[in-house]
Every structure is written in C-alpha cells, then in structure tokens.
C-alpha cells in the first residue's frame, strides 16, 4: 500500500479509536490531523492555523446559529415541560399492546425531532414515559432504546423533506437546495424506514414477550414521574413545533431574497466570509427566522413554568452553552477533513470514490463516500460535512453533466450521513444508553439493526431513482 494512503488510513482509525474510547474529537481531531500532515512533509504550524482551523471557522460562520437557536429552542422545550407534555400524551394515549406501544415512543420522538427540538432533548423528554409504560406493562427495558432511536435518529433527522434538523441543513449550502429538497425520495425512504422498523422492533418486543422475558431488574436511571406534575395538553405543547415548520416553509416558498442583498458585503473591508450568493444561505435564514420564531411561542406558552426573568435567563443561557461542545465537535471534524483532503495521498482516495461509476450517477459514490466519512466520525455531521467538502462540487459537475438536479443529490446525501454515523462511538448512541441506564451489550445489537436498516434504505432510494427517474 502506498506510504501516503496508510498515513491517512491510521490517522481515520487513530481518531475513530479515540473517539470511541471517550476521548473529545475537539483534541484528537487536530492531533490526527497534524500528525498525518506532519507524516506527509507538511509543516505543522500552518498545518494547524491555516488548514484546521481555517476551515473550522468557515463551518461555525455557516452553521453556528442554526446550532445555537436550535439548542435554545430545544432547551425551552425541555424546561418548560411542553416536550414532556407531548411525549406523555402520545405514549399513554395509544394503548399498552405491543404495536402500540412501539408505535407510540417512535411516533413521539419523530413529532419533537420533526419539530426542531434536538435528538439529545428527546432522549431525555421521552425516555420517562417509555420506561413507565414499559414498566408498567412488564416489556423488556433493554427495547426502549431501539424504540427511540427509530423514532428520533432516522426519518426526521435526515430523510423527511423539511426537517429542520442540522444534517437536512448542511447540504444547502453545497448544492444551492432548500430544505424541502427531493421530496418523493424522503418520503418514499421514510415510508421504508418507518415501515420495516417499526415491523423489525414489534417483532423483537412480542419474541421476548413470548420467551417470558419481562422489565428486568434495573436501578440505574429509572425514572420517577410525579403524578401530580401538571403537563400541557398535547395541542397546547405542539404549538412552537407548528410555528418552527409553517414559518420556515413560508419563507422558503413565498420569500423571494433581493439576489444583490448580498453585494454590499462583498465589497466591505475587513468583512470576511461573505456568502457567494444569496441561494447558498436563503435556507439557512429562513430555518433561523423560524427557530427564533418557535422559541418565542414556546416563552409565551410555557411562561407559567418559567415564571421569572431569572429562569428565563437560565434556560436560554443553558440552551446556548450546550451549543457550543456539538458545534466545536462537528467543526474540529470539518477542519480535520480540509487538512486530510489537502495530504498527497487524498487525490488517490478521491479518484477513487468519485470513479465509483455504479448506475451511471454520482448517487452511488457520494452514498458511499458520506456513509464511510459518517461512520469513521461517529456524526452525521461531521461526515457529510467533511465529505461534502470534498467532493461535493464534482458531484455537482457529474450530475449536471448527466441532466440530474442537485435535489437528488441533497436527498442522498442527507440520509447517507444518517446510516454508519450510528455506530457505538456515535456520541448520540452513547448519550441515549446513558439516559436509559443501559450498556452496549444489553441494547446495541437492536440500535445496530436499525443503523443497517437506514443504510440500506439509502441504496434502495438510488436503485429507484436509477430505474424511473424519482426526485
């Protein structure tokens, strides 16, 4: 193998490794990243400066308030109990049969990340009232977090058109998209993801039912919920996901951008970083209009549990720190990503993810090339990020030479990035076995089913589009 290939393949499994050992992306991205350069004849300092952190920086200008808000919002949910009210009323409204009971943790966590509240807070908003309705009911613990995964880390993260959630973001600044990007193959890959998981996890759950396998004897993390808590009727508690949705369609099909918006600032001194063009940042702004928006709906509608301006200030201020560890995280990702794609061995790497001519589109080798990135990372985010910007303009060029829209390429990119970034270094994976009290032994093998689920769907999404031309 060649010297140069290798150095890059250590240092992707050097971070892979620390990375799953809890070590912070934020540190060993660099470190990897300097290491391999350093490897390869690079100097180190430039290294470091110009090619990671000059990249990280352009990533947190781009997507940093999208982060930020959507933290906030999220927070809001969560403090107020309008998040807790929702997941309640869907869980204990559907029934106790196992079907239903599936149905119902998939369903509330798909509402709430569909919404804009971010994964994390779901885990933590639904995990009670699943852990009570399977207590109650005697189904096995170690179910619930297949359950919330399905409904929270699939669909409404990346394949729904629409969903505000960050990997639905990414790939409009590349490809000039909106967030309603390739509508028939997100909803035609949610339909197999949600039909073949939900099938998958309610036969596990009736299997151990059958073998007599109950809740389980668990101490770590069970919840207790107080019967008295007051909790929002579910059309009050919906109220600030509706208004993130309608105001972010609104703006993106009924507001046209002024296109010379923009001329002002490529002219200032000092002002660096300034979008190319209004197409690449229009959906950006409108998910930041609306987020603001659903924020100050959720102020208003939970302000009896907020009560003061101190806990007001609290709340917000709590949403906006959590911000800052997700975005440094994915960000170190994307500058470790510039300074790989600049060693002398990437350009084989390249040559051959983009030669990967399958079907006869650039769908095939950006699938992959986002799937493999993603799982490396252990992030969505990360990995599409990183692969995006890298390749992202030659497979622009090779689908407008083929007569395909960069719709598609939006789609497939989006939900390619949702597939192997679950994998049990997957920060998301490790946060939601917490908040559970569950191991990896005891749970993962069924989060892993739906991880190889979600990639498949990915490729069945292509063979369609190879055969009638789907958008």
């Not at 990414?170 to 039909?195: C, K």
Request: charged share 10%; aromatic share 10%; proline share 5%.
């Amino acid at each position: 193998m060649d010297f140069n290939i290798l150095v890059i393949l250590l240092s992707l499994i050097g971070l892979m490794t620390f990375a799953y050992r809890g070590f912070s992306v934020i540190m060993m991205a660099p470190i990897m990243a300097i290491l391999a350069a350093t490897l390869t004849g690079l100097d180190v300092m430039p290294s470091y400066t110009e090619l990671f952190m000059g990249k990280a920086v352009t990533y947190i200008k781009s997507y940093f308030p999208v982060f930020m808000l959507g933290a906030i919002f999220g927070k809001v949910m969560e403090e107020t109990g309008l998040a807790r009210g929702l997941a309640s009323a869907i869980i204990n409204g559907l029934g106790k049969e196992p079907a239903k009971a599936v149905l119902s943790i998939v369903l509330a966590g798909s509402i709430l990340t569909y919404g804009g509240v971010l994964l994390f807070v779901v885990v933590f908003a639904v995990y009670p009232f699943a852990a009570a309705l399977f207590k109650e009911a005697n189904y096995p613990k170690r179910l619930i977090p297949v359950c919330i995964a399905l409904g929270a880390f699939t669909a409404t993260m990346d394949a729904l058109p629409g969903t505000p959630q960050i990997q639905n973001v990414i790939p409009t600044t590349y490809f000039g998209t909106n967030l309603y990007a390739g509508p028939l193959a997100g909803f035609i890959g949610s339909a197999i993801i949600y039909g073949l998981g939900i099938v998958y996890v309610t036969h596990r759950l009736k299997s151990a039912i059958a073998k007599g396998e109950g809740y389980g004897n668990h101490t770590t993390n069970e919840p207790v919920i107080d019967p008295n808590a007051r909790l929002f009727p579910w059309y009050v508690a919906c109220l600030p996901l509706v208004t993130v949705l309608v105001v972010n369609f609104a703006i993106t099909e009924l507001v046209t951008w002024n296109p010379a918006i923009l001329e002002p600032f490529h002219s200032m001194k000092g002002v660096p970083l300034v979008a190319a063009k209004v197409q690449n940042v229009a959906s950006i702004w409108a998910l930041i209009i609306a987020l603001v928006s659903g924020i100050l709906v959720a102020l208003v509608v939970g302000w009896r549990e907020i009560k003061t301006v101190d806990g007001m200030s609290k709340i917000l201020n709590a949403g906006a720190i959590g911000s800052l560890l997700a975005i440094m995280n994915t960000a170190s990702e994307v500058g470790y990503g510039n300074v790989i794609s600049q060693l002398p061995g990437f350009a084989e790497v390249a040559n051959f993810l983009i030669g990967i001519h399958i079907g006869g589109t650039p769908l095939v080798s950006e699938a992959v090339s986002v799937t493999v990135l993603a799982g490396i990372t252990g992030s969505a985010s990360g990995g599409l990020a990183i692969a995006l910007e890298l390749m992202a303009q030659d497979w622009l060029a090779w689908g407008q030479s083929i007569g395909m829209g960069p719709e598609i390429l939006h789609r497939v990119a989006s939900m390619a990035s949702g597939g192997l970034d679950t994998l049990p270094h997957n920060g998301a994976v490790i946060t939601l076995l917490a908040v559970c009290g569950l191991t990896h032994k005891e749970s993962y093998k069924d989060i892993f089913a739906i991880t190889v689920l979600k990639t498949f769907t990915v490729f069945v999404i292509i063979f369609i589009y190879s055969v009638t031309g789907l958008h």
